[in-house]
Each structure stands twice: as C-alpha cells, then as structure tokens.
C-alpha cells in the first residue's frame, strides 16, 4: 500500500511540475515604437494612455473572440488603424497598420513610397523574392508589403504568446 | 486474501482519482458553454441526414430545429469554439463510426488557419483545443486530432500526458472551483440544441470591420491537405460535401480566399454556398439579426439562415423530409420543446 502511495504522491508531484512549467519569451530588445503625430506608441504596452492620447477616432469596431471574454477593439484614426487585445482585462497594442502616405514611420517608410526607397531603409535582401518584408524587433513585428514597385501596407504587429 | 485487499484498494486510489478529476476539470455549463458541444453529439448520433461540421460559425448561425420543423431535415452542428479544420477532419471521421449521414456540410472560414502556430494567441488556443477536444470521446481519431492540434507549448508543458490524464492539466484549479463544478461533477446539462448555441441577444452592427492586408492570400498546404482529406472521406464513405462560407461579417473573408474555394469546388464538383453574398435572399437584418454586431447570428438571424440553407438541401440536393417518421418526430418534439423553452416562446 506504502508504494501505491508513493506512486500516487509522485503522480501529483509530476502533475504540479506540468501545470506550472513557465515558458519565458523574452528578448533584450524593446519592441518597436512609433510617432504619430506627438504620441509615442509602443507596441505590447497598455492602450488606454495611448487611446486619451490619440482623442476621438473617426471609426471604432470590437471583436469578440469565438468563445473567450474580452473584446478586441480597432480604432480608425484617418490615416492608421490602432488595434487592441484584452489581457487580464486590460487592453493591450496589439496592432497599427497604415492606410494612408500622410503618415510615416521614423525611418521614412509611408505607404506610396518607392520600392528603392523601401529598400534603402529596409534592406535589400528583406525583400529578396518577395513582395513582402518581415522585420522582428524584440516581441513585435513590422511587415512592409509592396504593390506595383510601391509600398502598399505597412503593419506592426505585437507577437503576444 | 492480500491480493483482494489489494485489488480492492487499488480501486479506491482510482475511484478517489477519478472523482478528483470530476470535479477539477471545467464543466462548460454556465461559462463557456462552447466546451460541451462536442461531448453533447454522442447521446444524439445516429438519424441525422446532415452533418455541419466547422467552428462558431456553424454552431451559432444555424439552427437544425428550423432545418426540422421547416423541411424536415435532421441534422446535427459538430461544431466548437475555433475549431481548426484538422479537427473537424477527425471529429468527422469519428462521426463516421456512429452514422453516415447523406450530407456533410464544412464551413471554410478555417482554411486561413494553416497550423497550430497560425491560429492566434497560442494561450489561448490551448483553451480552444480542450474545448473542443476534452469532451471527444477516446478512439484513433481523438489521438489524432489532438497529434494535429497541439502547440509547440503544449507539447513542451506535458503534450499528451495531460490529455489523457485531465487531471495534470486541471489541478491547479482547486482555488477558483465554483458551485457549477459541484453540481454538474457528475452529469452536465445540455447547452445546445443539435449542436446550435443559442443566442437571443441583440447588437446592431455599427461600423464595416476592417484588417490589414495580407502578405499571401494563398491557403497553406496544410488546410488544402484535410480539406482533401475530408473530401476524401466523403467520398469513401458514398456523403455528399458541400462547402459554406456563414454569413459573418468578421473576420473578413477575403475575395482572392473566395476565388480559390469557388476554384476547388468546382474543379471537384462540390456545391460551394456563400452566404455572405446571399444576404439580402436570406433577409438578413444587421440591426436586429445579430447579437455581436455581425461576428454572429443570433436565433433569429440563424433561423432566417437555416430557412434558406433548408431550401436549398431540399429542393436542389434532395435531403428527404422525414417528418413522417413518428419515432423521429417524437423525439424531435422533444428538442422542439427545449428550443422553445430556451427561446422564450
């Protein structure tokens, strides 16, 4: 009986360490952060700053997910859209896309832009046989796409586990 | 005589671990409701002329107790939160082992979900596998889906081990037990009608939805691989698929993903239904036929669905009425009645 106890102890044991594996994903690196307009955005962090920061959008959706509470949330600001996530009921950068050549990036990238010019600041080589340039800084990334030879999308993404 | 105290004791430690088990593992009664559909299939397999198999856009805007009371159509929704098209291959093929239906009808908005690592935040699609999965009943094909289904984390934090045994996945749960998991520790109630969610509430849709563009609209080979297979099965098993897209405004489905479900269907002779473009036909109402603006129908915007899906399976595909068939239509009464109750009539 001892050893049945044993096995059943070792059992919970094991069942313990399963459940409160962590896997850590973190990198050195900040992810990315934009300037639109005077408000510094950085992706992965809380919205709500940002969000009063930004003021009245011209256009607003949420999107409930097929089972979980908690709604994602776009904001349509002319030029860009803001999306966000709900993590432990608090709504995080998840996504910023551009939809318009009035706005750009810190290095120069705007919607309209050049391929040439997208090279320049991208790199040649992310755009090798591709019309599409995936960039990833720390837990965020930047996805440039061309159309005719110009930029035609610019997104950033927060990678959130 | 030690050998039967043994034995005898060796069932108590099981039984003393099974009921742990029982009362750890989410119940998906009141909260989140989605994780009993697929368990709630096994006690109504069997005379169901029609199959959809897919995720919430199959169980919540379709409704089969129209689909009977208007056409006499029976039919059951396989349906579950997120279900990625690897798992409606399995749980199909598991339906096979209980009836052959004369149709299966698949929802393709899962086809942009690749792999595992495609399907959003992978905390969350954990949850979805085990809504979906932990209430499969065990066979190959359980195996299998779960093979197919688990994340690289998953794997990582204990993979197949806490599928088996729920208990390694759910033990940290002793904190947050609620009074549901007391009640239903050994029965559950139904939540759904034949496999439909209801939702009675009402949300207008306020603005269009909006995502940014992609990189590739080009389905992955996976998605193509089992929706292959799926039609392969059919095939095997003499079913006839036909393929939906379910009138959900979000997320976007978009047209070069169109172009290439309407060039499989009919290169392969499949009827291929998109009821986004038959919104008006279908008289779908954004203000009063949703209740998440436009991501779902509500029942009364699944019945205006099911009415003109029915049309269709019996007029162009000849899914027979059977509302002459008293046995049917004594325990299909029963479900009417659950219906009209959950509804509010």
């Known amino acids: 009986m001892k050893r049945l106890w044993i096995v059943f102890l070792a059992g919970m044991v094991l069942a313990g360490l399963v459940g409160c594996a962590v896997t850590e994903h973190q990198t050195q690196e900040e992810n990315w952060t934009l300037t639109l307009g005077q408000i510094q955005i950085t992706l992965g962090t809380p919205a709500e700053p940002v969000v009063t920061a930004l003021g009245e959008s011209q256009g607003y959706t949420e999107e409930p997910s097929c089972a979980f509470d908690g709604l994602d949330k776009t904001y349509d600001y002319g030029s860009f859209y803001l999306a966000t996530c709900p993590i432990d009921g608090i709504d995080y950068v998840y996504r910023i896309w551009f939809v318009a050549a009035d706005v750009a990036t810190e290095d120069g990238l705007y919607i309209g832009l050049e391929k040439g010019g997208a090279e320049d600041i991208c790199g040649k080589d992310c755009f090798r046989n591709s019309n599409a340039c995936i960039q990833i800084q720390g837990n965020s990334k930047r996805m440039v796409l061309l159309k005719d030879d110009r930029v035609s999308s610019i997104e950033y993404t927060w990678i959130v586990e | ?345």
């Open chain 2, 1 to 345: 005589m030690k050998k039967g105290k043994a034995a005898i004791r060796i069932l108590i430690l099981l039984t003393v671990i099974q009921m742990l088990q029982n009362l750890l593992v989410p119940k998906y009664v009141t909260q989140f409701r989605e994780g009993a559909l697929t368990g709630e299939y096994y006690a109504n397999a069997g005379d169901n002329d029609v199959i959809l198999i897919g995720d919430c856009e199959v169980y919540e805007n379709f409704s089969p107790v129209t689909l009977w009371e208007e056409y006499g159509i029976t039919s059951y929704i396989r349906g579950s939160a997120q279900q990625t098209i690897w798992q409606s291959y399995y749980l199909l093929e598991e339906t096979f082992t209980y009836e052959i239906p004369q149709m299966v009808i698949f929802n393709v908005l899962s086809m942009c979900y690749d792999t595992p690592e495609h399907t959003g935040r992978q905390s969350q699609r954990e949850a979805y596998n085990r809504m979906t999965l932990d209430t499969m009943r065990w066979s190959a094909s359980k195996w299998k889906a779960i093979c197919a289904s688990m994340t690289a984390q998953e794997k990582e934090q204990g993979g197949m081990l806490t599928y088996l045994f729920p208990l390694l996945r759910y033990h940290e749960r002793w904190n947050q037990l609620t009074q549901e998991d007391f009640t239903y520790c050994f029965h559950r109630e139904a939540v759904a009608h034949n496999g439909y969610l209801m939702q009675t509430g009402v949300k207008p849709v306020q603005n269009d939805y909006v995502q940014p563009p992609l990189a590739d609209y080009r389905f992955g080979q996976n998605s193509w691989a089992y929706l292959e297979r799926i039609r392969t099965l059919c095939e095997e098993h003499g079913v006839r698929l036909v393929l939906i897209k379910a009138p959900s405004l979000y997320p976007i489905w978009w047209p070069q993903w169109e172009e290439q479900i309407e060039e499989y269907a009919a290169s392969h002779n499949l009827m291929y239904l998109n009821l986004l473009e038959q919104q008006a036909q279908i008289g779908l109402d954004w203000n009063t036929d949703t209740y998440d603006a436009g991501l779902h129908l509500n029942v009364c915007g699944a019945e205006k669905a099911s009415k003109w899906l029915g049309k269709i399976l019996m007029e162009e595909c000849g899914v027979p009425n059977r509302q002459k068939d008293a046995q049917l239509c004594a325990r299909w009464a029963q479900k009417e009645r659950a219906y009209r109750e959950e509804k509010g009539e």
